[in-house]
């Protein structure tokens, strides 16, 4: 079974979780829609071959095989349209439950570390621009990483500039229930997070920023291997702009999260094929 294969398995079986469509068709009958599996499933693969709409329509039209895993065919494979409204359409909760899915894959290990990026929002026309008040040319996004499998767990993204620390906490909260331990660089220095996150049983690996001959000993009892392995977040950042681009080609803020969010899917998808 080639690796493309198992890819879309893997991905049909966890969009089924995520919209709860076992038992529907995929192809629209007695002019009903496409299955939102079936939808999920595509734009997976769509991420997955690096491709427009269009051309990943077009590739995929050459591929009984795969998009038999979905339940389609060449005859009934859904235009490009419909795919973009689809992803207008379906929650964000869809896309952040099938991003948790795709973490579990992995039997994520507890450790984790958070770290921030930029993505560019790929250019438009200065007329588009003007129109639009499009002015902000990239993207913060900030994801939280188990340290021994490279998984994303979650992920955060903004426009604005907010502090490290108030993102932090954001991702943290969401997760902390899972989390054993979270390690991030100094951008984080916060004690007050640090408290939050005690209480909620992680223990911090943040370095203090060294103002006093106290810092330094406190830095010293968080470096170790655990603190060491947050590097993690900037080779999974590495990955996924190698392999899927370093910039967003949607213009819509919010078709900008889930287009990220879609690219830490795939990008767990893959490394569960890979391993």
Same mark, same amino acid.
């Given at each position: 079974?080639?690796?493309?294969?198992?890819?879309?398995?893997?991905?049909?079986?966890?969009?089924?979780?995520?919209?709860?469509?076992?038992?529907?068709?995929?192809?629209?009958?007695?002019?009903?829609?496409?299955?939102?599996?079936?939808?999920?499933?595509?734009?997976?693969?769509?991420?997955?071959?690096?491709?427009?709409?269009?051309? $990943?329509?077009?590739?995929?039209?050459?591929?009984?095989?795969?998009? %038999?895993?979905?339940?389609? $065919?060449?005859?009934?494979?859904?235009?490009?349209?419909?795919?973009?409204?689809?992803?207008?359409?379906?929650?964000?909760?869809?896309?952040?439950?099938?991003?948790?899915?795709?973490?579990?894959?992995?039997?994520?290990? %507890?450790?984790?570390?958070?770290?921030?990026?930029?993505?560019?929002?790929?250019?438009? $026309?200065?007329?588009?621009?003007?129109?639009?008040?499009?002015?902000?040319?990239?993207?913060?996004?900030?994801?939280?990483?188990?340290?021994?499998?490279?998984?994303?767990?979650?992920?955060?993204?903004?426009?604005?500039?907010?502090?490290?620390?108030?993102?932090?906490?954001?991702?943290?909260?969401?997760?902390?229930?899972?989390?054993? $331990?979270?390690?991030?660089?100094?951008?984080?220095?916060?004690?007050?997070?640090?408290?939050?996150?005690?209480?909620?049983?992680?223990?911090?690996?943040?370095?203090?920023?060294?103002?006093?001959?106290?810092?330094?000993?406190?830095?010293?009892?968080?470096?170790?291997?655990?603190?060491?392995?947050?590097?993690?977040?900037?080779?999974?950042?590495?990955?996924?702009?190698?392999?899927?681009?370093?910039?967003?080609?949607?213009?819509?803020?919010?078709?900008?999260?889930?287009?990220?969010?879609?690219?830490?899917?795939?990008?767990?998808?893959?490394?569960?094929?890979?391993?």
């Amino acid at each position: 079974m080639s690796k493309i294969s198992r890819f879309t398995s893997k991905a049909v079986r966890l969009a089924k979780n995520a919209v709860g469509g076992r038992g529907e068709v995929a192809a629209p009958e007695g002019g009903g829609g496409f299955a939102d599996y079936a939808v999920v499933s595509l734009h997976c693969l769509r991420v997955y071959l690096d491709k427009s709409y269009r051309d $990943s329509l077009d590739l995929l039209s050459e591929m009984p095989h795969i998009l %038999g895993e979905i339940g389609l $065919s060449e005859a009934n494979l859904p235009d490009h349209s419909t795919l973009v409204k689809a992803f207008d359409r379906l929650k964000m909760e869809v896309w952040r439950v099938l991003l948790r899915l795709s973490a579990q894959l992995h039997d994520p290990s %507890g450790h984790a570390a958070i770290d921030a990026t930029f993505f560019d929002r790929e250019n438009a $026309s200065k007329h588009y621009c003007r129109r639009t008040n499009y002015r902000v040319q990239t993207l913060k996004a900030t994801a939280l990483v188990d340290t021994e499998t490279q998984a994303v767990l979650d992920v955060h993204c903004t426009t604005g500039k907010p502090h490290d620390t108030q993102l932090g906490w954001q991702v943290a909260r969401r997760n902390a229930g899972d989390l054993t $331990s979270l390690a991030a660089d100094k951008g984080y220095d916060w004690m007050q997070l640090r408290e939050k996150l005690r209480e909620e049983g992680v223990r911090p690996l943040i370095k203090h920023r060294t103002f006093r001959p106290i810092d330094h000993a406190h830095n010293a009892r968080v470096d170790g291997p655990r603190y060491r392995q947050r590097s993690m977040c900037e080779t999974v950042f590495s990955a996924i702009k190698r392999t899927h681009g370093d910039a967003v080609r949607a213009r819509i803020w919010f078709r900008e999260f889930r287009e990220l969010v879609l690219k830490c899917v795939v990008h767990n998808i893959k490394r569960a094929v890979t391993q």
